[in-house]
């Protein structure tokens, strides 16, 4: 007999109409005090934790809660502090944001995705520091949870080797060493939850389903082994997720009690039938996705919990999510503008849960006894099925698409119509979005202004900012997007197959939210999307407008794709219809048109046997959009990272005739990659970090423009700053912007 539990392993922070945002950007407007910022995310979680345990969760996680990113909450009771942050009381709340968000002498700690995810977290720099612990943060969040609610939650802390991996300012030889260093720390933190009456941790180790090596693998059961030797009177649920966990059976064996494995994502469901699982070990089982927001067919997970029970017959079961509901929003009941044939097949975190006790149910109990919901699975996924969304398949061209003529050919003739200066300025696209323009849009989204009163707001704002970028005397301007709320939800909005939600928020980095779009069916181009608001801003100035649209894999990446559509065959659909828009733009007389790919990185699975495929796929449908162009037509691609080494065939085989990348916060490690390969097409440089409200000074913006061109030809760059400037307010945006012309005349003039 096996006994069956449910659990969760996170749940989403932002609260239902992301309150938690609101304080958090209070307190840092000064509106608020640290005190009352610390009452209302207190109020918000306890509320959370009530929900779950009203849900009748049997493993209540505790300590997923964050004032901003976990990794940085783990690295900062480490007492991990990057240098420049050192003469900060290092628990105080400013501090531990001043970190995250940079302040006026010191830049941020550099912020990268978890994993294949659009969630960053910020990246702990070891160099110079010396792990102590400072707090036990699993500790007050189990102790509050116990205290207020009487909730005996299950701590959530990421483990020793994940963290490591995912740190730097450390040598790859010294990975052993550091987290050598951190395990005493670990089990500390352990031994006190142990002591304070906590019965289980999960300890989360995702970096178990990337390809670790066979050192790696050993230090793997070397951490877990001296855990197991060193602290007693708690039990460690070892969590993976988002992939096959690789090296199964020596993850399985290790000293732990108890193992949680993804069964949305790769294939551990193969692993288990074909080893086995250990007797004396508890299963996790992952069976709900935690990465979508579709609501779950109840009859093929409960075969899939029962195919699982009968391979790795386990003592114990625990039914639970994939991963952390961190990536789906909190609850659809909200949503009353949306189709109800959509609305009936959502699950976000609260239906999630009680899909988790629906299914849990049925295997303690048997399937009778919750069979109307298993009957109202079905409907709702067939009514869906059947819908309109998915009547008619769009052919989907399979050509090889490529430009016609080569790189160095076109840039001539693009410069012949451009006539642009060495190290052309631009930014990435959009431009501040002041509470003006939020509030303006809230009125028309309800109402109260009219369509062309609306419009006409938009005009201004373009107007007000083509002056303000010709006032500083940019080369190629944008319209500045104050159209959009998001980059991938207003493309979302217009083409056919997409549905948006209306509080279907997801944290992204910080305080920032996103909220996808729901790709329901086969997506189609019915009208242009963009033509309006850049021929509008285009009729204003002699200088050039970028012409500016989101990609498609960065459009698939972001938005929640249902699980029935086949995801490459969907990426093109995307792509096709986004060549349309290309070709509009074209016809109007846009000379240059970024399609921006910041989520093709991201979506790179954990696993690299899977890489060759995505690539193809990726490089395919960036190629399908934007290679009919005629060769004066230039197109800009913009990704927000560095770090190209891993995907530079992919970036090449984009061929977009210029690609801005950031290159502040990794303080240039990218010039690497491009001069070893020695890229030829141009690049521009993200020469400072728009994530932090600091003005750069004109010192470090001339060298980071001099450290890139000591090794790539001049002729080659590009200046701008590292990603678009929406969430930044106006005036620090155009004392940025002016100090980067100001740098780029500076060093143009030595050429
Ligand atoms: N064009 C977009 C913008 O400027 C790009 C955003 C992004 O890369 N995330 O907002
Ligand atoms: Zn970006």
Redesign the pocket.
Known sequence: MTTIFSANLGYPRIGEKREWKKSIEAFWQGDITDKSLKEQTKKLRLNNLKKQKEQGIDFIPVGDFSFYDHILDTAVSFNIIPERFNHHNPTDLSSYFAIARGETNAVAAEMTKWFNTNYHYIVPELKGTTPTLIENRALYYYEEAKEELNIDGKPVIVGPVTFVKLAKGYQESELESWVNRLLPLYQQILSELATAGASWVQIDEPILGTNLSEKEIQLVEQVYQTIDNNVSGIQIILQTYFETVQHYERITALPVKGIGLDFVHGDNLALIKKFGFPSDKVLGAGIINGRNVWRADLDEKYQLLQDIQQAANPKTLIVQPSCSLLHVPVTKHLEEKLDPVVKDGLSFANEKLEELQILTTALQEGKQSVENAFEASKQAISNLNQSDYRSQTPAVAKTDAKREIPFAERKKRQQATLKLPLLPTTT???LPQTNEVKRTRTKWRKGDISDQQYNEFVEDETRRWIQIQEDLDLDVLVHG?FERTD?VEYFGEKLKGFAVTEFGWVQSYGSRCVKPPLLVGNVEWEKAITVKEIAYAQSLTDKPVKG?L?GPVTILNWSFVHEGLPRFTVQDQIALALEKEVLALEETGINII?V?E?ALREGLPLDRLKWPAYFDAAVNAFQLATSTVKPETQIHT???YSEFGEIYEAIDGLDADVISIETSRSHGEMVETFEKNDYKKDIGLGVYDIHSPRVPTLQELEANIQRALETIDVEQFWINPD????TRREAETIAALEKMVEAAKKVRKQY
């Open positions: 990435i696209g959009s997007e980059m500016m989101t970024q921006d910041p913009h990704m927000c990603c678009g400037l929406k």
